[in-house]
Each structure stands twice: as C-alpha cells, then as structure tokens.
C-alpha cells in the first residue's frame, strides 16, 4: 500500500500523538473480538447479557466463569507487530497517549507505557458492592471470590453495559485528543460511544486525523485520511516508511 507523504511527515514531526484502538488490532493476536467471542460452550449466550450489572446480580457464577474463559483466551495471545509498533512510536515522541477500549492488556505486554483503559481490564478485579480493587494473584476459575473488606462478591474491572466509563480515564482521553497533532484510530468500528467521538473531538481541535481499519466503518469519510489494511502489517510499515528499519 502506498502510505502518503503527509502522514510519514506527521509521524516524524508531530510533538503530540494520540492513538485509539479497538478490538481490529488484537485480532492478529487471535484475540476473538467481543462480538464473535462466543465459541463453544459459550455458543448459546449473548454477551450483552453477560456483560452487565443485572447479570451479575442474577448469575454471578455464570458472569464470573465466562469472564475466566476470555482471560484463559487472551492469556494464551501474543502482542502482535501492530502492537509492538505502538509501542515503539510512544518511545519516539515527547507526548503520547494510547487510548484503548480494550480490556486484553496486549498493549501493555507489547511495552506500551502511558495506555489509557476506557473499558477496563480483564486482569483487574474490584468488589461489586463496595467498588474497591481487589488484589488477586489467581482468579478462582469457578467461582467470584469474596472482599476481603466487606465481603461482598469479586468482579472483573471491566466496563460493562449500561455503567459509565472510569471518569479518570475519559478525562485523560479528552484531553490528550484536544492537544494531540496527529490522531490514529485503529481497529475500531466506531460505532460505541463516547469512545467513537474521540477522533471527531481531535479533528474538531485541529489533530490531522487518520483511520486505519481493514474496511470502511462508521467513520468512512469522516477523518482526513483512510487506510484499509490490517493493522499488523500496516502499523510496522508505516514506522518503517517514517523512521528506517524497524527498532
Ligand atoms: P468491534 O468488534 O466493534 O470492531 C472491530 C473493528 O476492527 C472493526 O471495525 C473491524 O473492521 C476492525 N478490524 C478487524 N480486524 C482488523 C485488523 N487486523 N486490523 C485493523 N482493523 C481490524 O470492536 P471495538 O470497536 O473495539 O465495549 O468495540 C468497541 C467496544 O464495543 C468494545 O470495547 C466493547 C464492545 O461493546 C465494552 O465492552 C464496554
């Protein structure tokens, strides 16, 4: 794919870049996105009505196992070139901020520093009643612990349906996409807000804008710049093309 000038130039030169990604740039990792991670056992369940405050409450073991198979999933996943990519591009530029929405901490693994988790993490536990993080070195595979303050029942620290972002987070995100120059939104549909209105923020404030998917979405025409190709190959690429053979 012919990258264009424009955006090699920007990678060099910007002094700000934010980036934000979504399900798309751990697919190459074997990560099943959460739409199509019903496989097997989990076949005959919907995740939005696994993934929520109401499920929990009805089927806490049910909510807390299924949460067990997707760690098992991404526990066995590799971060892939897009996500060391990433990582390199932070180790480059004065002010970086990775936001993501997701919860498999590939970004992290890949050596990511200042990430940004809109949605939680899988590998984060907090009581369901008090909200407080709980520390666990092993997560029960069968069954939620309880808090060890007050007793009540351990969930994932994941953003589930229906419950408001961690506010900490989407104040950090906000503000790094009103100040960045160059803006990537990567692997994402688009289409689940707020975290869908953090590139329109950044073109609204002047950030040259870009998407790179592996087909047009929801932001189609909407960003100063489109490429479709997977971001595992695309990401290396575009750090070569900028900056030499990769580091
Ligand atoms: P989606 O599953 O909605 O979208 C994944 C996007 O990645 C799609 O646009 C694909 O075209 C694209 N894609 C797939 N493979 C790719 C690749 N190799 N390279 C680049 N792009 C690729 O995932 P998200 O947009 O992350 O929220 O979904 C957002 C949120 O919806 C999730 O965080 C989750 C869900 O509800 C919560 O759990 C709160």
């Not at 100063?224 to 695309?234: M, R, T, V």
């Amino acid at each position: 794919m012919q990258i264009p000038d424009a955006l090699i130039e920007r990678l060099r030169t910007a002094q700000s870049i934010t980036v934000l990604t979504g399900a798309g740039v751990s697919a190459e990792s074997g990560v099943p996105t959460f739409r199509d991670a019903q496989t097997g056992l989990w076949a005959r369940y919907d995740p939005a009505e696994l993934a929520s405050p109401a499920a929990f409450r009805a089927n806490p073991t049910l909510v807390w196992q299924w949460y067990a198979y997707r760690r098992a999933l991404v526990a066995a996943a590799m971060p892939n070139p897009g996500h060391l990519a990433l990582a390199d591009l932070e180790r480059r530029v004065a002010d970086f901020t990775l936001i993501t929405q997701n919860v498999d901490g590939l970004h992290h693994r890949a050596g990511s520093q200042n990430v940004v988790e809109l949605h939680g993490n899988l590998f984060r536990y907090r009581c369901f009643d008090d909200n407080e993080l709980v520390e666990l070195t092993t997560a029960p595979p069968d069954e939620p612990p309880r808090c060890p303050q007050c007793g009540g029942l351990v969930r994932p620290d994941v953003v589930w349906f229906g419950e408001w972002l961690p506010s900490e987070a989407w104040r950090a995100a906000v503000a790094s996409a009103e100040r960045c120059e160059l803006f990537l939104c990567i692997g994402t549909s688009g289409v689940v807000r707020p975290a869908a209105d953090l590139p329109l923020i950044a073109r609204s404030a002047g950030a040259y804008t870009v998407e790179i998917n592996i087909a047009p979405g929801a932001l189609d025409g909407r960003l100063d710049l489109h490429l479709y190709a997977p971001s595992g190959q695309l990401l290396p690429a575009l750090m070569t093309a900028a900056f030499g053979a990769a580091a």
